[in-house]
């Protein structure tokens, strides 16, 4: 899965800039992974230059499938100490011949729906199967008029996550303090506090600071990445390339 991993992760920044451009000034929380596999599920039924677009130097072609199905498989694999789930389902008006790939390798449920007489309806039907594929956490995903008489397909992606710290952060220890927005700016907020060993690591070349928060039996981590100038612009844009995190890696895991 390694060209896969290198294509998202060329992915992952090109849409945090596209993304920091035009909500600037604001927090910015997504998910590339989601976003990335429903965007290889339109690939599937993507034909001349729209396909040529979507192709990626990172990934062939006859490949990217096969390793989507590999790490959608990972993601959803059964007893494990956390829960992570990630799920794919199509609305359509019409079967539409690329569905039964879809559901082999995306595990995307095709679902025959009547957007012309019941386009309401099925807008309701998709919030409430994300609300339940997202444990009550995402309500009401599709506002009212989002979907219409006119609507051929809706691919919806929900992802889940629910996991124990390996080191808690105990109730009582939440309080009060201010948080920066910027050099001359802070807000009061609830913060968790513990104090504890943690991995660190400094990047010199970045000037960033990383902490790794495990969850229980280290099977996934939580990476917290704090620049020494919050307001450096290009540095906050190169926090999340790949290269970073796998120098990180490297500090860490092999000194």
Known sequence: MDSLSASNGSFTLDLFKKLN???KGKNIFFSPWSISSALAMTYVGAKGNTATQMESEDCKAEDIHSEFQALISLINKPQTSYLLKTANRLYE???FQFHKFVK???HAEPQAVNFKKAAEQVRKEINSWVESQT???IQNLLP???VDPNTALVLVNAIYFKGKWE???LNENTSENLFRLSKTKTKPVQMMFLKDTFPICYLETMKVKIAELPYVNNDLSM???LPDDIEDKSTVKC???KSLLRTYCRSVYKG
Request: without cysteine.
């Open 93 to 95: 008006e019409q079967t």
């Open 167 to 169: 080191k808690r952060f």
């Open 135 to 137: 444990e009550g956490k």
């Open 21 to 23: 451009e035009s909500f």
């Open 104 to 106: 082999n390798y995306y």
């Open 144 to 146: 009212r008029g989002s």
């Open 239 to 241: 926090l999340i390339i």
């Open 223 to 225: 990476l917290i990445l």
